[in-house]
Protein backbone atom coordinates (compact mmCIF):
# COMPACT_ATOMS: atom_id res chain seq x y z
CA UNK A 1 0.00 0.00 0.00
CA UNK A 2 1.27 3.53 -0.55
CA UNK A 3 0.09 6.22 1.47
CA UNK A 4 0.61 9.94 0.38
CA UNK A 5 -0.24 11.91 3.54
CA UNK A 6 -0.80 15.88 2.99
CA UNK A 7 2.25 15.80 1.33
CA UNK A 8 3.64 19.50 -0.01
CA UNK A 9 6.45 20.46 -2.41
CA UNK A 10 7.48 23.90 -3.29
CA UNK A 11 9.89 24.74 -5.62
CA UNK A 12 10.61 28.38 -5.16
CA UNK A 13 7.03 30.30 -5.86
CA UNK A 14 5.55 26.76 -7.34
CA UNK A 15 3.18 24.62 -5.37
CA UNK A 16 4.36 21.82 -7.64
CA UNK A 17 1.88 19.56 -4.91
CA UNK A 18 -0.66 20.89 -2.66
CA UNK A 19 -1.12 18.91 0.39
CA UNK A 20 -2.48 15.92 -1.41
CA UNK A 21 -3.69 12.74 0.45
CA UNK A 22 -4.65 9.63 -1.37
CA UNK A 23 -3.86 5.88 -0.91
CA UNK A 24 -3.14 3.04 -3.38
CA UNK A 25 -4.12 -0.49 -2.59
CA UNK A 26 -2.95 -4.04 -3.17
CA UNK A 27 -4.97 -6.12 -5.95
CA UNK A 28 -5.89 -3.15 -8.80
CA UNK A 29 -4.28 -0.86 -10.88
CA UNK A 30 -4.52 2.27 -9.58
CA UNK A 31 -3.71 5.11 -12.65
CA UNK A 32 -2.40 8.99 -11.49
CA UNK A 33 -3.83 11.18 -14.19
CA UNK A 34 -3.33 14.81 -14.18
CA UNK A 35 -2.61 17.46 -17.30
CA UNK A 36 1.03 18.08 -17.74
CA UNK A 37 2.64 19.68 -14.72
CA UNK A 38 0.08 18.88 -12.23
CA UNK A 39 2.81 16.92 -10.16
CA UNK A 40 2.74 13.89 -11.03
CA UNK A 41 6.32 13.19 -11.62
CA UNK A 42 7.01 15.35 -8.49
CA UNK A 43 4.60 13.16 -6.19
CA UNK A 44 6.11 10.01 -7.50
CA UNK A 45 9.57 11.28 -6.50
CA UNK A 46 8.14 12.09 -3.09
CA UNK A 47 7.07 8.35 -2.92
CA UNK A 48 10.28 6.97 -3.86
CA UNK A 49 12.78 8.97 -2.10
CA UNK A 50 14.43 10.88 -4.99
CA UNK A 51 12.25 14.40 -3.63
CA UNK A 52 12.55 15.85 -0.14
CA UNK A 53 8.55 17.36 0.64
CA UNK A 54 8.57 20.49 1.94
CA UNK A 55 5.90 19.24 4.62
CA UNK A 56 3.68 15.92 4.81
CA UNK A 57 4.79 12.37 3.82
CA UNK A 58 5.06 9.24 1.25
CA UNK A 59 5.39 6.19 2.39
CA UNK A 60 5.11 2.81 0.57
CA UNK A 61 4.03 -0.07 3.36
CA UNK A 62 4.26 2.16 6.21
CA UNK A 63 7.45 3.35 5.79
CA UNK A 64 9.51 6.32 3.91
CA UNK A 65 11.26 4.45 1.14
CA UNK A 66 14.39 5.48 2.57
CA UNK A 67 14.10 3.41 5.05
CA UNK A 68 13.31 0.28 3.16
CA UNK A 69 15.96 -2.39 4.06
CA UNK A 70 15.69 -4.10 0.12
CA UNK A 71 14.36 -1.72 -1.74
CA UNK A 72 14.28 -3.04 -5.29
CA UNK A 73 12.42 -6.32 -3.57
CA UNK A 74 9.90 -3.76 -2.24
CA UNK A 75 9.46 -1.24 -4.78
CA UNK A 76 9.65 -1.39 -8.38
CA UNK A 77 10.02 1.45 -10.22
CA UNK A 78 10.12 3.08 -13.96
CA UNK A 79 10.98 6.29 -13.93
CA UNK A 80 12.70 6.81 -16.40
CA UNK A 81 13.19 4.57 -19.73
CA UNK A 82 16.11 5.40 -20.53
CA UNK A 83 18.69 4.84 -17.27
CA UNK A 84 20.39 2.20 -18.96
CA UNK A 85 23.84 3.04 -19.77
CA UNK A 86 23.64 2.96 -24.11
CA UNK A 87 26.79 0.86 -24.66
CA UNK A 88 25.40 -2.27 -22.66
CA UNK A 89 23.44 -4.93 -23.26
CA UNK A 90 19.91 -5.56 -21.70
CA UNK A 91 20.85 -8.26 -20.23
CA UNK A 92 24.10 -7.11 -18.47
CA UNK A 93 22.27 -4.36 -17.55
CA UNK A 94 20.03 -6.06 -15.86
CA UNK A 95 22.53 -8.90 -14.81
CA UNK A 96 24.38 -5.45 -13.17
CA UNK A 97 21.60 -4.68 -11.26
CA UNK A 98 20.58 -8.29 -10.07
CA UNK A 99 24.67 -8.74 -8.72
CA UNK A 100 24.59 -5.41 -6.54
CA UNK A 101 20.94 -6.77 -5.15
CA UNK A 102 22.08 -10.20 -4.45
CA UNK A 103 20.01 -11.33 -6.81
CA UNK A 104 20.22 -14.83 -9.61
CA UNK A 105 20.94 -14.80 -12.66
CA UNK A 106 17.49 -17.29 -13.54
CA UNK A 107 15.50 -14.40 -12.15
CA UNK A 108 17.48 -12.11 -14.57
CA UNK A 109 16.10 -14.78 -17.44
CA UNK A 110 13.22 -14.95 -16.31
CA UNK A 111 12.10 -10.77 -16.67
CA UNK A 112 13.62 -11.04 -20.12
CA UNK A 113 11.19 -13.36 -20.65
CA UNK A 114 8.28 -11.27 -18.74
CA UNK A 115 9.44 -8.10 -20.76
CA UNK A 116 9.62 -9.93 -24.06
CA UNK A 117 12.80 -9.01 -24.46
CA UNK A 118 14.50 -12.42 -25.51
CA UNK A 119 15.13 -11.44 -29.14
CA UNK A 120 17.13 -7.98 -27.91
CA UNK A 121 18.88 -9.28 -24.78
CA UNK A 122 22.13 -9.35 -25.95
CA UNK A 123 21.34 -5.96 -27.91
CA UNK A 124 23.56 -2.75 -26.73
CA UNK A 125 20.51 -0.68 -25.08
CA UNK A 126 21.61 2.74 -26.92
CA UNK A 127 20.10 0.91 -30.35
CA UNK A 128 16.88 0.29 -28.50
CA UNK A 129 13.77 1.95 -29.98
CA UNK A 130 11.31 3.30 -27.23
CA UNK A 131 9.34 0.82 -26.77
CA UNK A 132 12.73 -1.68 -26.07
CA UNK A 133 13.45 0.88 -23.55
CA UNK A 134 9.98 0.80 -21.88
CA UNK A 135 10.14 -2.81 -21.66
CA UNK A 136 14.03 -2.90 -20.41
CA UNK A 137 12.21 -0.38 -17.62
CA UNK A 138 9.76 -2.86 -17.08
CA UNK A 139 11.99 -6.01 -16.53
CA UNK A 140 13.98 -3.81 -14.31
CA UNK A 141 11.04 -2.74 -12.28
CA UNK A 142 10.46 -6.66 -11.69
CA UNK A 143 13.76 -7.84 -10.87
CA UNK A 144 13.34 -8.13 -7.55
CA UNK A 145 9.43 -9.65 -7.90
CA UNK A 146 8.63 -6.46 -5.88
CA UNK A 147 4.72 -6.44 -4.54
CA UNK A 148 4.26 -2.79 -5.16
CA UNK A 149 4.90 -1.32 -8.40
CA UNK A 150 5.46 2.22 -9.60
CA UNK A 151 5.74 3.43 -13.49
CA UNK A 152 6.09 6.73 -14.54
CA UNK A 153 4.43 6.97 -18.04
CA UNK A 154 4.85 3.10 -18.88
CA UNK A 155 2.91 2.91 -21.98
CA UNK A 156 4.59 6.28 -23.68
CA UNK A 157 6.05 5.21 -26.82
CA UNK A 158 4.52 1.75 -27.03
CA UNK A 159 3.47 0.89 -30.22
CA UNK A 160 -0.37 -0.80 -30.14
CA UNK A 161 1.01 -4.41 -29.22
CA UNK A 162 3.38 -3.09 -26.39
CA UNK A 163 0.40 -1.45 -24.88
CA UNK A 164 -2.08 -4.39 -25.22
CA UNK A 165 1.07 -6.23 -23.95
CA UNK A 166 1.46 -3.84 -20.63
CA UNK A 167 -2.19 -3.68 -20.17
CA UNK A 168 -2.24 -7.76 -19.59
CA UNK A 169 1.00 -7.54 -17.61
CA UNK A 170 -0.07 -4.90 -15.37
CA UNK A 171 -3.69 -6.07 -14.99
CA UNK A 172 -1.69 -9.57 -14.24
CA UNK A 173 0.38 -8.32 -11.71
CA UNK A 174 -2.43 -6.41 -10.00
CA UNK A 175 -4.65 -10.18 -9.73
CA UNK A 176 -1.83 -11.41 -7.90
CA UNK A 177 -2.26 -9.01 -5.02
CA UNK A 178 0.27 -6.72 -5.79
CA UNK A 179 -0.19 -2.99 -5.77
CA UNK A 180 0.27 -1.38 -9.19
CA UNK A 181 0.51 2.57 -9.66
CA UNK A 182 0.70 4.46 -13.07
CA UNK A 183 0.74 7.62 -14.09
CA UNK A 184 -0.33 9.20 -17.54
CA UNK A 185 -1.62 12.33 -18.89
CA UNK A 186 -4.57 10.48 -20.57
CA UNK A 187 -7.71 8.87 -19.52
CA UNK A 188 -7.88 6.96 -23.16
CA UNK A 189 -4.42 5.17 -21.68
CA UNK A 190 -5.77 4.01 -18.23
CA UNK A 191 -9.00 3.50 -18.94
CA UNK A 192 -9.17 -0.17 -19.92
CA UNK A 193 -6.21 -0.86 -17.41
CA UNK A 194 -6.78 0.90 -14.22
CA UNK A 195 -9.93 -0.49 -11.76
CA UNK A 196 -9.28 3.08 -9.87
CA UNK A 197 -8.26 6.19 -10.74
CA UNK A 198 -6.57 9.14 -8.39
CA UNK A 199 -7.19 12.84 -10.43
CA UNK A 200 -5.13 15.66 -9.70
CA UNK A 201 -4.34 18.93 -10.91
CA UNK A 202 -2.12 21.82 -10.18
CA UNK A 203 -0.70 19.96 -7.37
CA UNK A 204 -4.29 19.33 -5.42
CA UNK A 205 -6.69 16.18 -5.72
CA UNK A 206 -9.45 15.85 -8.47
CA UNK A 207 -10.45 12.88 -7.63
CA UNK A 208 -10.05 9.14 -6.09
CA UNK A 209 -12.52 6.87 -7.43
CA UNK A 210 -13.43 3.54 -9.37
CA UNK A 211 -13.51 3.44 -12.62
CA UNK A 212 -16.31 1.99 -12.87
CA UNK A 213 -18.06 4.98 -10.89
CA UNK A 214 -16.42 7.41 -12.97
CA UNK A 215 -18.09 5.53 -16.05
CA UNK A 216 -21.91 5.20 -14.59
CA UNK A 217 -21.14 8.89 -13.86
CA UNK A 218 -20.51 9.53 -17.10
CA UNK A 219 -22.81 7.46 -19.00
CA UNK A 220 -25.68 9.42 -17.31
CA UNK A 221 -24.53 12.65 -18.06
CA UNK A 222 -24.72 10.95 -21.53
CA UNK A 223 -27.30 12.67 -24.44
CA UNK A 224 -29.56 11.20 -27.16
CA UNK A 225 -29.57 12.14 -30.67
CA UNK A 226 -32.70 11.98 -31.88
CA UNK A 227 -33.75 12.65 -36.40
CA UNK A 228 -37.84 12.91 -36.53
CA UNK A 229 -40.21 13.65 -38.76
CA UNK A 230 -41.57 16.53 -36.74
CA UNK A 231 -38.77 17.71 -34.80
CA UNK A 232 -39.84 20.91 -33.72
CA UNK A 233 -42.81 19.45 -31.90
CA UNK A 234 -40.85 16.68 -30.29
CA UNK A 235 -38.27 19.36 -29.03
CA UNK A 236 -40.82 21.44 -27.53
CA UNK A 237 -42.87 18.26 -25.45
CA UNK A 238 -39.24 17.32 -24.39
CA UNK A 239 -38.10 20.89 -22.77
CA UNK A 240 -41.95 20.64 -21.83
CA UNK A 241 -40.73 17.48 -19.73
CA UNK A 242 -38.01 18.82 -18.56
CA UNK A 243 -35.18 17.96 -20.86
CA UNK A 244 -32.33 19.99 -22.28
CA UNK A 245 -32.51 20.16 -26.15
CA UNK A 246 -29.71 21.13 -28.37
CA UNK A 247 -30.38 21.42 -32.35
CA UNK A 248 -26.76 20.68 -34.08
CA UNK A 249 -28.46 21.23 -37.01
CA UNK A 250 -31.44 21.21 -38.84
CA UNK A 251 -33.97 18.18 -38.18
CA UNK A 252 -31.95 16.70 -35.39
CA UNK A 253 -31.52 17.24 -31.47
CA UNK A 254 -29.31 16.54 -29.09
CA UNK A 255 -31.08 15.54 -26.09
CA UNK A 256 -29.66 15.05 -22.15
CA UNK A 257 -31.96 14.52 -19.44
CA UNK A 258 -33.81 12.12 -21.27
CA UNK A 259 -33.54 8.40 -21.89
CA UNK A 260 -33.40 6.91 -25.27
CA UNK A 261 -36.81 4.89 -24.09
CA UNK A 262 -38.80 8.06 -22.92
CA UNK A 263 -38.16 9.90 -26.01
CA UNK A 264 -39.41 7.06 -28.15
CA UNK A 265 -42.62 6.81 -25.89
CA UNK A 266 -42.88 10.68 -25.83
CA UNK A 267 -42.42 10.39 -29.36
CA UNK A 268 -45.10 7.94 -30.53
CA UNK A 269 -47.70 9.52 -28.44
CA UNK A 270 -47.35 12.52 -30.10
CA UNK A 271 -47.44 10.59 -33.67
CA UNK A 272 -43.93 11.78 -34.59
CA UNK A 273 -41.94 8.70 -36.29
CA UNK A 274 -38.48 8.49 -35.21
CA UNK A 275 -35.60 8.30 -38.10
CA UNK A 276 -32.79 7.99 -35.91
CA UNK A 277 -32.23 7.02 -32.34
CA UNK A 278 -29.19 6.51 -30.87
CA UNK A 279 -27.63 7.28 -26.97
CA UNK A 280 -23.94 8.76 -27.21
CA UNK A 281 -22.66 8.01 -23.73
CA UNK A 282 -20.03 10.29 -22.42
CA UNK A 283 -16.88 9.54 -22.52
CA UNK A 284 -14.16 8.72 -20.04
CA UNK A 285 -12.20 11.30 -21.80
CA UNK A 286 -14.82 13.63 -21.01
CA UNK A 287 -14.78 13.41 -17.75
CA UNK A 288 -11.36 13.50 -17.13
CA UNK A 289 -11.15 16.76 -19.30
CA UNK A 290 -13.98 18.25 -17.24
CA UNK A 291 -12.51 17.33 -14.06
CA UNK A 292 -9.28 19.05 -15.07
CA UNK A 293 -10.35 22.02 -17.00
CA UNK A 294 -10.41 24.24 -14.18
CA UNK A 295 -6.66 23.20 -13.74
CA UNK A 296 -5.83 23.66 -17.18
CA UNK A 297 -7.28 27.00 -17.78
CA UNK A 298 -5.43 28.16 -14.37
CA UNK A 299 -2.51 27.49 -15.99
CA UNK A 300 -3.18 28.88 -19.52
CA UNK A 301 -4.37 32.07 -17.92
CA UNK A 302 -1.29 32.28 -15.14
CA UNK A 303 0.51 32.35 -18.44
CA UNK A 304 -1.29 35.28 -19.83
CA UNK A 305 -1.18 36.97 -16.58
CA UNK A 306 2.39 37.10 -16.35
CA UNK A 307 2.61 37.97 -20.36
CA UNK A 308 0.22 40.89 -19.28
CA UNK A 309 2.42 41.88 -16.59
CA UNK A 310 5.56 42.12 -18.65
N1 LIG B 1 13.01 20.59 -10.16
C1 LIG B 1 12.07 21.50 -10.36
N2 LIG B 1 12.33 22.81 -10.19
C2 LIG B 1 11.35 23.74 -10.37
N3 LIG B 1 10.09 23.46 -10.70
C3 LIG B 1 9.75 22.18 -10.87
C4 LIG B 1 10.72 21.11 -10.71
N4 LIG B 1 10.10 19.94 -10.94
C5 LIG B 1 8.80 20.23 -11.23
N5 LIG B 1 8.60 21.56 -11.20
C6 LIG B 1 7.31 22.26 -11.45
O1 LIG B 1 6.34 21.65 -10.63
C7 LIG B 1 5.09 21.48 -11.34
C8 LIG B 1 4.72 20.01 -11.35
O2 LIG B 1 5.61 19.30 -12.22
P1 LIG B 1 5.57 17.71 -12.43
O3 LIG B 1 6.71 17.37 -13.33
O4 LIG B 1 5.51 17.04 -11.12
O5 LIG B 1 4.19 17.54 -13.18
P2 LIG B 1 3.66 16.27 -14.00
O6 LIG B 1 2.23 16.12 -13.60
O7 LIG B 1 4.55 15.11 -13.82
O8 LIG B 1 3.73 16.80 -15.49
P3 LIG B 1 4.04 16.01 -16.87
O9 LIG B 1 2.81 15.23 -17.21
O10 LIG B 1 4.26 17.15 -17.80
O11 LIG B 1 5.25 15.18 -16.65
C9 LIG B 1 5.32 22.10 -12.70
O12 LIG B 1 4.84 23.43 -12.65
C10 LIG B 1 6.82 22.06 -12.88
O13 LIG B 1 7.24 23.11 -13.71
Redesign the pocket.
Known sequence: MIEVTHLSKR??A?A??DDLTFAVRPGAVTGFL??????????I?AIVGLDRPTSGTATVNGRRYADLKAPLQEVGTMLDGRNAHPGRTAFGHLMGLARTHGMRRARVEQVIGLAGLESVARRRVGGFSLGMGQRLGIAAALLGDPPTLIL??PVNGLDPDGVRWIRHLLRALAEEGRTVFL?S?LMSELAETAGRVVV?GR?KLLADEDVATLVAETARAGSVRVRATDPGRLAQALRTAGAAVAVPEPGTLEVAGSTAGEIGALASRLGVTLLELSTTSGTLEDAYLNLTADAVQYRASTTTDQADAR
Open positions: YGTAVGPNGAGKSTTRDESHIG
